[in-house]
């Protein structure tokens, strides 16, 4: 549960760079019902657990929540190549979880070091936008 926000934050981020860089208008609801998919899957691992146990749980839990959002996504996103995108982000991070999980020594490590480079992309994809002018667009009157 500690890594939940790893997996929220990322998916937002990946969102939120579509919106501001890639043009794609992602609405403050959209959000929150991906997001509320993003904790579903922690609910469902634990009630899978219970019964097939962590390794099948965790499998069946992920494929459902990146099958549930990738096929969002398409529609957010309005592209099937955004989509897979997201599908691919959330593979790569529920597979970074399970090796998180399962190698606790070095998951602090692996983690931060994963984290930089998570923020160095992000600075790297965003260097040309002109934040001041994003936030002028979204809050500009409408004209008749």
Do not use: Q
């Not at 919106?19 to 998919?37: C, K, M, N, P």
């Amino acid at each position: 549960m500690k890594y939940g926000f790893l997996f929220i934050g990322f998916t937002f981020l990946a969102f939120l760079l579509f919106d501001v860089v890639g043009g794609a208008r992602v609405a403050a609801a959209e959000y929150l019902l991906t997001g509320s998919g993003l904790v579903l899957f922690f609910a469902l691992l634990l009630a899978f657990a219970e019964v097939v146990g962590f390794t099948l749980a965790y499998l069946l839990a992920s494929a459902a929540v990146i099958g549930l959002l990738t096929a969002y996504s398409a529609a957010v996103l309005k592209s099937w190549k955004r989509a897979r995108f997201i599908g691919a982000l959330l593979v790569g991070l529920y597979a970074l979880l399970f090796v998180l999980l399962n190698l606790e020594a070095w998951s602090l490590l692996i983690g931060s070091v994963l984290l930089f480079a998570a923020l160095a992309g992000v600075m790297y994809a965003t260097r040309n936008v002109d934040w001041g002018a994003v936030a002028r667009t979204r809050t500009a009157p409408a004209t008749t």
